[in-house]
């Protein structure tokens, strides 16, 4: 059975960090793209970034320069360090598989139940 579960989320002010992580368990993680995907309240889910098997990574221009996703297959678990954190990324945010915007809205994508993110001060 695939499972993804997000944590490490929490109450920040602005300008500062955090860094959240998604275990998985229930399919070759080394082997699948995966993403992070964010909502917000009373908006639409939002798709932030992606990682490619072999490395490379592509973000959304709203984290760009601010969020940094990395993996580690030994383990099996997604991190996502944000920084410079602002209001408008206080939203609920998932892992899932898929490395695309498009890949994560297939039915076989999978993601975890989130972990909520407040940013305020």
């Known amino acids: 059975e695939v499972q993804l579960e997000e944590s490490g989320g929490g109450l920040v002010q602005p300008g500062g960090s955090l860094t959240l992580s998604c275990a998985t368990s229930?399919?070759?993680?080394?082997?699948?793209?995966m993403s992070w995907l964010r909502q917000a309240p009373g908006q639409e889910i939002e798709w932030i970034v992606g990682s490619f098997i072999h490395g490379r990574t592509d973000y959304a221009p709203s984290v760009k320069g601010r969020f940094t996703i990395s993996r580690d297959n030994d383990k099996k678990t997604l991190h996502l360090h944000m920084s410079s954190l602002r209001t408008d990324d206080t939203a609920v945010y998932y892992c899932?598989?898929?490395?695309?915007?498009?890949?994560?809205?297939?039915?076989?994508?999978?993601r975890g139940p989130g972990t909520q993110v407040t940013v305020s001060g």
């Open positions: 899932a598989t898929g490395k695309t915007s498009y890949e994560v809205s297939l039915p076989a994508s999978r």
């Open positions: 229930g399919f070759p993680f080394a082997t699948v793209g």
